[in-house]
């Protein structure tokens, strides 16, 4: 069955632009979280939803927020971009989280200039 | 909170050679305890996982996790590797409520270099 896509696979945005990434989960699974990974902080959570509703949330500014739709599909958003926003950005699925494990998308880089 | 250490961030070993990467959590119960290697530029994917029960617990790759609950342990180790084996791997926990709601918390990492 197909995995976690993540699209757009690289983007390069300005300083103060907003961003949104997509992620499709694999099916079936209703939870979808998201990571920032960057070679300084390394890899962070941001947030996590099931069933269209956040159920946690990382330390991270409120610039970063996300959705998920009733397909299970989510977006993330970050607004007012800066610098430090830099990185790459995973996605990863699962049936409900926890033990179920989860399963990662192949991330979106973005460029910060 | 929960936390967790890869006390190594690089390691070097000769191929054919044998492997041990370490880490240690911290958390007051028995978490949810994972393994993932992860190629450059490339998402994470998962090499074995520890919910309960038998404490050695079998992966993919040929890759073995040992959970010691007294050192607060899940050590990742593999017999012989190969040149294959060179990425990232990350250890990482999850609070063992089984709502799933925190996430995953990462180590550090250890960056694996294989010799010829």
């Known amino acids: 069955k197909a995995g976690v896509t993540q699209t757009p696979r690289y983007l390069i945005k300005t300083r103060g632009q907003q961003v949104t990434l997509s992620c499709s989960p694999i099916s079936g699974h209703r939870s979808v979280s998201w990571y920032q990974q960057t070679p300084g902080q390394g890899l962070q959570f941001l947030f996590e939803?099931?069933?269209?509703?956040?159920?946690n949330k990382g330390n991270f500014p409120g610039r970063f927020s996300g959705r998920q739709f009733s397909n299970s599909r989510s977006e993330m958003n970050v607004s007012t971009l800066e610098l430090g926003d830099s990185a790459l950005y995973l996605c990863?699925?699962?049936?409900?989280?926890?033990?179920?494990?989860?399963?990662f998308g192949s991330g979106t880089r973005l460029t910060v200039v | 909170a929960q936390s967790v250490t890869q006390p190594d961030i690089h390691i070097t070993v000769s191929e054919g050679a044998s492997l041990e990467l370490r880490c240690n959590y911290s958390?007051?119960?028995?978490?949810?305890l994972f393994w993932y290697v992860q190629s450059p530029g490339q998402g994470l994917q998962l090499l074995l996982k520890?919910?309960?029960?038998?404490?050695l617990v079998q992966g993919i790759k040929g890759f073995e996790a040992e959970f010691k609950r007294s050192q607060s342990s899940f050590n990742l180790r593999k017999p012989s590797v190969h040149w294959s084996d060179a990425a990232e791997y990350f250890c990482?926990?999850?609070?063992?409520?089984?709502?799933?709601?925190?996430?995953?918390?990462f180590g550090k990492g250890t960056h694996l270099i294989i010799q010829p």
């Open positions: 990863a699925s699962s049936l409900s989280g926890g033990r179920n494990g989860y399963t």
């Open positions: 990482a926990v999850v609070l063992g409520s089984g709502g799933g709601a925190d996430g995953l918390t």
């Open positions: 958390y007051g119960a028995t978490p949810y």
């Open positions: 520890y919910f309960s029960g038998d404490t």
């Open positions: 939803y099931f069933s269209e509703t956040q159920r």
